[in-house]
């Protein structure tokens, strides 16, 4: 088994690692404990969140052990990491610092550099995906400040230096150690967790298979939308676009705009094309409201108007505006019937900004893709290739076979969002699409038929057969045409 342990007074750090953990790796291989109840003589794979009083000799020969937050001294000496004795990381860091990731054996971190805080839009998004690393002693901050010659990753700023990740083999175990509570749920590197306990050293340690981000066959996927807070007609020219393209199109709807019977027509061509319609609240409220019965009402009565005036059934998903979720908001929409939304967003709830699609916090049904790549002309850059970051965004995702997903919002007279006109706009999405299809294997859904992927995927348990190899099976209907895969030892098997 994969084992989480924590403290009590960790526990929303340890629902939140948990929950990434079974997103990657399947609800039947997973569990969570505390450390008064610890057993350690089990072989496995451990996550330990700020342990104490801990020695790697507690586990059995051929586990692997991730520690997670602040160390004690003797586990220090242990692993050969030089601690500070007094300093925080707020004396030392600001959000200008910069994590530097260096390739390992079989492993190359895909993002080989994160800054603590990045924004393509001023306190809003990060274009590239990952959220904010903190130093203000929270669980999304650095834990400690440390030196070890075993680093993997390290912090700079100027010219103060810290570790985030050491790395340590032993004989008959392998253990790494990462500088942060929550470690690396926030960002495409979350595939070394996945690498670190499904191949590293597969001959002679414990590995448990995970579950792909993407579906079987497939080397990318790629969803898009529109979130219209604007005219509906207004989405209809790059609707048309895409069709030229044969790239499915999807249209997140905001149902107190004033519609018409050209609306409700336009709407069900997106669904006859192949695209999909979800819900984007009624009145664009952050976090849907101010407390669970607003929200409620506002999840609820914005389904209720796409499916019995659009007849949009069934109305399956939602999109969060501003990409804001409180935990209160998460089980309204849960509460009125969705079975998942897209939100994730570096300004703000950090705990639903996830590296994988699937399970989420402090829920038990609905489930979440994060997707906070705004395709927006006032995000273009000025050098030579303006889509340069959008194309270093589906790089990364490329390379850690994340689920991609961007977005964009209605051109209108009120707001065009930095485009110049429409056709500058199309322009820009026609070059991305053309990017992205140049590298090979690329496949494009509709924003329902990627949720409906990470329901099966959340659904999925990894079994073994008698020659060791992982086998897939739903616990529950098959909601997704694509089929779910999993990884072991870098053989991929569906």
């Known amino acids: 088994m994969i084992t989480l342990i924590h403290n009590p007074q960790d526990s929303f750090a340890a629902e939140i690692v948990y929950k990434a953990l079974i997103r990657s790796f399947a609800k039947n291989q997973v569990r969570k404990t505390t450390f008064d109840t610890i057993q350690t003589q089990e072989l ?3 996550f330990l969140i700020n342990p ?17 937050g602040k160390i004690d001294a003797d586990l220090a000496v242990e692993l050969d990491i030089e601690l500070s004795s007094s ?12 994590i530097h990731f260096h390739s390992i054996d079989q492993f190359q971190f895909p993002m080989t550099a994160r800054p603590f805080i990045r924004y393509d839009f001023p306190n809003e998004w990060n274009n590239l995906g990952f959220g904010a690393i903190k130093t203000d002693d929270s669980i999304w901050s650095i834990a400690q400040i440390a030196q070890s010659h075993t680093a993997i990753a390290t912090i700079s700023e100027n010219k103060t230096t810290s570790v985030y990740i050491t790395f340590h083999d032993f004989s008959d175990q392998s253990c790494v150690w990462i500088n942060r509570p929550v470690g690396l749920v926030d960002s495409v590197n979350w595939c070394f967790i996945e690498y670190f306990v499904s191949a590293h050293r597969f001959d002679t ?3 448990y298979a995970y579950l ?6 497939v080397n990318a996927a790629v969803s898009m939308r529109l979130d219209c807070d604007e005219d509906i007609l207004s989405a209809k020219p790059l609707f048309e676009a895409y069709q ?19 609306d409700k027509d336009f709407l069900h061509c997106i669904k006859n ?36 005036h659009f007849e949009i059934v069934p109305l399956q998903f939602a999109v969060s505006p501003f990409h804001s979720n409180t935990t209160y908001s998460v089980n309204a929409l849960e509460d009125a019937g969705y079975d998942g939304f897209i939100g994730g967003i570096i300004a703000n709830d950090p705990e639903y900004l996830m590296a994988r699609g699937g399970a989420i916090p402090f829920a038990e049904k609905i489930i979440s893709h994060s997707q906070q790549c705004m395709l927006h002309g006032d995000c273009l850059l000025s050098e030579s290739d303006p889509l340069r970051i959008y194309k270093k965004a589906f790089d990364h995702a490329y390379t850690s076979k994340t689920f991609f997903g961007y977005l964009d919002h209605p051109f209108s007279p009120r707001y065009q969002y930095g485009w110049i006109t429409e056709e500058q706009r199309i322009t820009a999405h026609i070059d991305f699409i053309q990017y992205m299809r140049s590298c090979t294997d690329v496949l494009f859904v509709n924003e329902s038929q990627c949720l409906q992927f990470m329901i099966d995927k959340s659904n999925a348990e990894i079994h073994y057969d008698a020659l060791n190899e992982p086998k897939i099976c739903l616990n529950a209907e098959k909601q997704s045409e694509f089929s779910v895969a999993v990884s072991l030892n870098h053989k991929v098997f569906s």
């Open 52 to 68: 104490k009083n801990i020695s790697l000799q507690q586990f059995p020969k051929k586990s692997k052990i991730i520690l997670l």
């Open 244 to 262: 030229n393209l044969n790239v499915p199109f999807s249209l997140a709807i905001k149902t107190s705009l004033p519609t018409t019977e050209l």
């Open 273 to 308: 094309s192949g695209g999909a319609i979800l819900s984007h609240s009624v009145n664009h409220k952050v976090s849907w409201g101010i407390d669970y019965h607003d929200a409620f009402t506002e999840a609820q009565q914005s389904k209720i108007t796409l499916e019995n």
């Open 212 to 217: 792909l981000d993407i579906p079987a066959g």
């Open 205 to 207: 340690l414990i590995s």
């Open 87 to 98: 300093e925080k990381p707020h004396d030392y860091f600001t959000e200008n610092a910069i």
């Open 44 to 46: 496995g794979v451990y």
